[in-house]
């Protein structure tokens, strides 16, 4: 089962995902599947406050911010996904790593396939887990004029919720701390 947790900055989206995961898993292997770039001061300080945050609820770490596919079939019975929006930002834009190796972005971002890609690597994580609960931004509602690397972010985190919210057995989207269940509420009523 996948179920796409959507919601603006600081709405509350992380910490709901989170609940849902723990309540669903049970005793499961859980997986924090963690996509943030170590970039800096400030990732390193995000990264240990979440770290904190999921501290003895059982959770195996793995810290992987682009090409996620790869790691089907060797995390947990249950993962949580955190997040899609970082996770396309590596894809497009590269990922460079603190010991300074990098993983290129698209050379063409405007005509990448970026999200395909993307959605096809989680489609590949949610056939090898029994549940998987993937975090994203809901992005799209503010500001007025970006640049086109912004905007071709935007355009591709778009596609990406879109078709996986096709994929996903259920959609809820967190606004201001309140989950708002757009697709499959039932499955979590016979829960």
Known sequence: MMIL??????????EYAEELL????GAERKTYLATMQRDGMEAEERIAHHKRLRHGQGFQAIECPANIGRLAG????????ECLSNLTANELFGVIHSDGTEIP???????????????????SLKKHARLLVVVTNE???DGL????????YINE???????LAKYADAVVEVVYGI???????????SR
């Open 5 to 14: 947790v959507s919601g603006g900055a600081a709405s509350g989206k992380s």
């Open 22 to 25: 723990l309540r669903l898993a």
């Open 74 to 81: 060797h995390c947990g019975e249950a993962i949580l996904l």
């Open 105 to 123: 972005g698209t050379e063409d971002l405007f005509s990448s396939d970026v999200a395909d890609s993307i959605v096809s690597d989680v489609v």
């Open 139 to 141: 992005i799209f509602s």
């Open 145 to 152: 004029f970006y640049s086109p690397e912004t905007v071709q």
């Open 157 to 163: 985190l778009g596609r990406v919720n879109r078709m």
């Open 179 to 189: 989950p708002v269940w757009r697709k499959g509420k039932e499955i979590m009523s």
